[in-house]
């Protein structure tokens, strides 16, 4: 079966620093894509960054970089220059080829930012 | 600009009623999706639909149906909506490509059934 575990339900982090959000998971789909969303207190779930279990290279997308160790099953979203819009709830994804449209999400952590 | 939109982003219901709940999508996508996340649980599927018609159970089916009657729109329906379906519910939507494309969220509805 197919598992999303996101360890830390809440973290702080200063204005400026990078904060690093940490995701496991299980899989026994040998190809699967993760997928990291973020969710402002609005409510919509914003896409990040996507990271594909045969790219060689950790995705980045401007200050958001994944950090994806396959042999860990770990998939760890860093941000880089925290800023207070950072703050929100992160969610860590995945879909393997085997699981169809099905996308399952961790339980999520949420981020507070302080100035 | 991919464009998910929901009918409502605050609901308030009584126990017993019928809900509906709708989904718009201005991308020509194949799939749609229903989520509800509630709190330490993350985002759970209730149903999904890759074509008009078309629709397949998701982890929380029970005490949902779904209708999609047009490519852009989906519908989640709450037969007789229950307390224990306060909740967010979250629609979503992507392209019919290879397998592991993104999804497209709207902003959510908070549905509280009283």
């Known amino acids: 079966a197919q598992k999303i575990t996101q360890t830390q339900p809440g973290m702080f982090v200063q204005e400026k620093e990078a904060v690093t959000l940490d995701c496991t998971y299980d899989t026994s789909d040998p190809s699967y894509g993760l997928f990291w969303y973020k969710q402002p207190s609005s409510g919509e779930m914003i896409f990040l960054i996507y990271q594909g279990s045969y790219d060689q290279q950790n995705a980045t997308e401007g200050r958001y970089s994944l950090n994806f160790q396959k042999a860990r099953k770990s998939a760890n979203l860093v941000i880089s220059a925290s800023q207070l819009g950072d703050s929100a709830m992160y969610f860590c994804a995945m879909r393997g080829y085997t699981g169809g449209f099905k996308t399952i999400f961790g339980a999520g952590t949420r981020l507070f930012v302080k100035a | 600009d991919v464009k998910v939109t929901q009918s409502s982003r605050y609901l308030v219901k009584r126990t017993g009623e019928k809900v509906f709940l709708e989904c718009v999508q201005d991308?020509?996508?194949?799939?749609m999706f229903w989520y509800r996340q509630d709190p330490g649980l993350g985002l759970r599927l209730i149903y999904f639909?890759?074509?008009?018609?078309?629709?397949e159970k998701g982890d929380i089916p029970e005490g949902y149906s779904v209708s999609r009657e047009k490519k852009e729109r989906f519908s989640l329906i709450l037969e007789s909506a229950s307390t224990n379906q306060t909740s967010m519910y979250l629609c979503?939507?992507?392209?019919?490509?290879?397998?592991?494309?993104?999804?497209?969220f709207g902003p959510g509805t908070r549905l509280l059934v009283l």
């Open positions: 991308m020509d996508h194949e799939n």
């Open positions: 979503a939507s992507s392209l019919k490509t290879g397998g592991l494309e993104t999804q497209y």
């Open positions: 639909s890759y074509d008009v018609k078309m629709k």
